[in-house]
């Protein structure tokens, strides 16, 4: 069984780490009699399976420094991910992928290259970018129309170096700084521009396995690992959230076993 992942960004190195712990939980559920899943894979040797990432720059993580990105390539060939850089999918069928020249076959092909804008930015009417997003000003409003903010990934800001990420923190205080100059102008005040504060970037690749950057400060491995566990437990709302996370998140570490996921029955097979 051969598994493609297209793109290998946030999402490619996230669905492969899914992939790869899955195998492994798998494997070792066939040996080890008192975990739950045994005996639900019956037909499927996670053993034979392979998962391919392919790139169509030269190397992954490419919103992370040169060191970073050999780190992260690193560990997840550890894990057994074949990756495939430099090479762009022309087409895809339900045999494998073509990247010119080359024949990659797969059954099952995820594409994470690539995200795309809301609609909604579509039918404003306004400037776009190649990924749908609104082109806005430094203070978040839309050029021409004063009245209209947007933030979040469905805005980009051309004169901010580097882009804003589109993530949930850059969301947040792109939220937080529209309201604050709406508050700005209902008191007569001019509205101000708007400056990203980044806090940093985390990357999970698989069990104790991450990358993790802070300015200049960089972690790989269990350090990051352990770094990106902690910011997103920390994140969460409540104390009780928290709690509940961190006790899922060990339960599920020390035992191999997932409190939340579906089997579901194929009904064609099951009427055969």
Known sequence: MRVVIVGCGFGGLFAARALCDASFEITVLDRVNHHTLKGEFRR?????????????IDRVLSAYPPDLSERARL????????????KRVIGIDADGVDLGG???????????????????GASLGVPLDRTKRVIVEADLTVPGHPEIQVVGDLAILPMHSPPVPGVA???????????????????GKKPSPFRYRDYGQLATIGRSKAVAMFGRVHLSGWLAWV?????????????????????????????????????????????S
Not at 245 to 263: E, G, K, N, P, Q
Request: with cysteine; aromatic share 12%; hydrophobic share 50%.
């Open 75 to 86: 560990q997840l060939e550890r894990l057994g991910v074949t990756l495939w850089l430099g």
């Open 44 to 56: 499927y040797d996670p053993r034979n399976a392979r998962v391919v990432l392919v790139e169509g």
């Open 227 to 271: 770094t990106w566990l902690t910011a997103h437990i920390y994140f969460l709302i409540g104390f009780r959230n928290r709690l509940v996370v961190l006790i899922d998140w060990a339960w599920s570490y020390w035992t191999f076993d997932r409190s939340a996921r579906i089997v579901a029955r194929n009904d064609r097979a099951a009427g």
């Open 102 to 120: 080359e024949r990659l076959a797969a059954k099952t092909v995820i594409w994470c290259a690539g995200v795309a804008a809301s609609p909604l």
């Open 169 to 187: 923190p850059a969301a947040k205080q792109m939220g937080r700084h529209a309201a604050r100059n709406l508050l700005a102008e209902l008191a």
